[in-house]
């Protein structure tokens, strides 16, 4: 029957099509413990994976709070304070993609083992670090450890849960890096305060080492497969996708989709990166906010794009759970409501009014980060999928994350920060059309995905 479906061409059957593809077949190469309803165990893993994106941002962000401590005790220069924030970001951005080949071959248990291990330890070399110079090794292998952490392990948990749940899972995954990054540095700044700088980094490392262990206990291949049996024949399956470089750009970049939606969704963050970074300056010079009130209310701001992330995600997969093409509706809606709110915003007079509307605007800003993972994982073969949200990673970074905050810097040097965040809304609207070119080859290009699969199969 599915057979019949997939190859039928009649408009009225389109979203019939795609919907039993959604619900009764796995993407390229998925194992065969892809099931309608997760199990509880499978719910456990989600939430080690997730407290360790947690420990990854925290042990990220805690050196951001104990910035002025080092700077007394080291006489440190804001360039020295800024490189060892820096090269953590430099060798995530540098490494993602290679490290997440490396762990589609390797095996995504161990890495995330690997991974967490080495930037514990490179988190408690901090909290022990005597100059400048051992800090900024230490951080080195702090920025090694968590490269490709992000998106080996969205990429195992998609593979245990049901396709129906994909954009709750990323867009829930992906908001722990929000929360991360508050936690580490509201608590190792409490850390810092009481005990001393280097308290912080060793809460850390503790925090991460004791999850490691859990997680080390707690999942495995044999586990998550339900048996030896099933773990023999996914290994078995997984030549049929043969890993080398051609293959690899091809299931990466093979259909418009699957493009469309790396470029949308990097579109579409760089107004969250523009708001979050240019937040303090922005409440400090137009609301006359001290900076420390400045940046415990940007932070605010933080937590509701990461709650919007988890919200639109389960939205996403409520509304699409039985018409996938719908799910590139759905990035298009957020990203116009986006644009129009936060448009308005900051064409309101400072206020409360204002603060209002831009918190709405920003609970929207990121809700395409469900729909883009979901549509990324539906539409590339379920053996490079660490690769696959690399690459979704990369996109995030370079169209969005990093571009953002310094082209709306450059424009607020030329006139002003107030009338540069009345035209980044306007990105959104780019990120929408990207989308819409998505959706209108999205019918035949997951047709073409599920026909590969079946010839996989045959």
Known sequence: MFRRAITSGDDAGEENTLAMHYVDAPTLGAPVTSIDKPRVYAWLVFALTFGLLLSDYMSRQVLNAVFPLLKAEWALSDTQLGSLSGIVALLVGVLTFPLSVMADRWGRVRSILLMATLWSLATLACGIATSYGQMLTARFFVGLGEAAYGSV?????????????????????????????????????????????????????????????????????????????????LRNRRPGFNLSLRNLFAGLFSSTSVICAYIGSGLQLFIMAAVIAWMPSYLNRYYAMTPDKAGVTAAAFVLIGAIGMVVCGVVTDRVCRHSPPRKFAMAMAYCLTTAIILGVAFQLEPGVKQLAVIGVGMFLAAGTCGPAGAMVANLTPTPIHATAFATLTLANNLLGLAPGPLLTGMLADQVGLQDAFKVIPLMALLASLAFWFGRANYAQDIARVQNQALATEA
Do not use: C, K, Q
């Open 153 to 233: 392990g969205i990429a195992l948990i998609i593979s245990i849960f049901p396709p129906y749940l994909r954009s709750t899972l990323t867009g829930a995954f992906m908001a722990g890096g929000a929360f991360g990054s508050v936690v580490g540095m509201a608590v190792g700044g409490v850390f810092a305060a009481r005990f001393g700088w280097r308290s912080a980094f060793v809460a850390m490392a503790i925090f991460g080492a004791a999850l490691v262990v859990t997680y080390a206990l707690t999942v495995n291949e044999r586990r998550l497969r339900g048996s030896h049996a099933a773990a023999a024949d």
